[in-house]
């Protein structure tokens, strides 16, 4: 199936540093979300974004949705050790239909 | 957000077996997704699974391998029938909470087959 392009495909920052990642898409989608999964666990929701420019923060987590509604970032602020894990970002067309997802982009951060 | 647990979480099996995997929410949900994720790769949807009727399965993937239940609005069943080692994966179940559009997932099932 389809799937969104998710960069970079990991990053090794150190402690206290800003990052960003991006994903983008040939096509149009109505939302936008950001997931982060530790080793062994599933995916945790950490921001959803529903309009176009929507800027919206979760603590040190700030994400966007692109205006053409063909992307959106995420920045971390301020790295810390338990940032670490694999950040995937997600997008929907309309409701209650399952989620088209990005590759991830595995993060280290070296303290 | 929603409360989902899985079962087992972690499992080894041979070759050639079936293991049925269990998901609960806490909550009554319409539509439960079971997902696969092979090591070091995305989520890539296996089936939608609606209450009272047959689960909807994605290209690649068939009833006959996938079977999957749904008797209540609470709980749902996925089994991975005749498995090789080409179906090690964490399992996952995911439902939609809230607005429709954010998606919440169990811990996973860890599946190693030998």
């Known amino acids: 199936g389809q799937q969104l392009n998710q960069s970079p495909q990991s990053m090794f920052i150190q402690e206290g540093e800003d990052v960003s990642m991006n994903c983008t898409s040939s096509s149009i989608f109505n939302t936008w979300l950001w997931y982060k999964q530790d080793p062994g666990e599933g995916p945790v929701l950490l921001i959803a974004l529903y309009k176009a420019g929507e800027l919206t923060s979760n603590g040190r987590l700030t994400a966007q949705f692109g205006i053409t509604r063909k992307d959106s970032f995420l920045n971390i602020s301020a790295s810390i050790p338990s940032d670490v894990g694999i950040y995937f970002c997600a997008g929907s067309r309309s409701g209650n239909t399952p989620l088209v997802f990005g590759k991830g982009t595995r993060l280290s951060v070296i303290a | 957000s929603a409360v989902i647990s899985q079962k087992p979480s972690r499992d080894i099996c041979q070759r050639g077996t079936s293991l049925t995997i269990q998901c609960q929410v806490d909550?009554?949900?319409?539509?439960m997704f079971w997902y696969r994720q092979q090591p070091g790769q995305s989520l890539t949807l296996i089936a939608t699974a609606n209450q009272g009727s047959e689960a909807t399965y994605e290209s690649g993937f068939v009833i006959d391998k996938f079977p999957i239940s749904r008797p209540n609005l609470t709980f749902s069943t996925l089994t991975v029938s005749n498995m090789s080692p080409e179906d090690s994966s964490i399992y996952l179940c995911?439902?939609?909470?809230?607005?429709?559009?954010?998606?919440?997932f169990g811990p996973g099932t860890r599946l190693t087959v030998t």
């Open positions: 909550s009554q949900v319409t539509m």
């Open positions: 995911s439902v939609f909470k809230g607005s429709g559009y954010e998606q919440y």
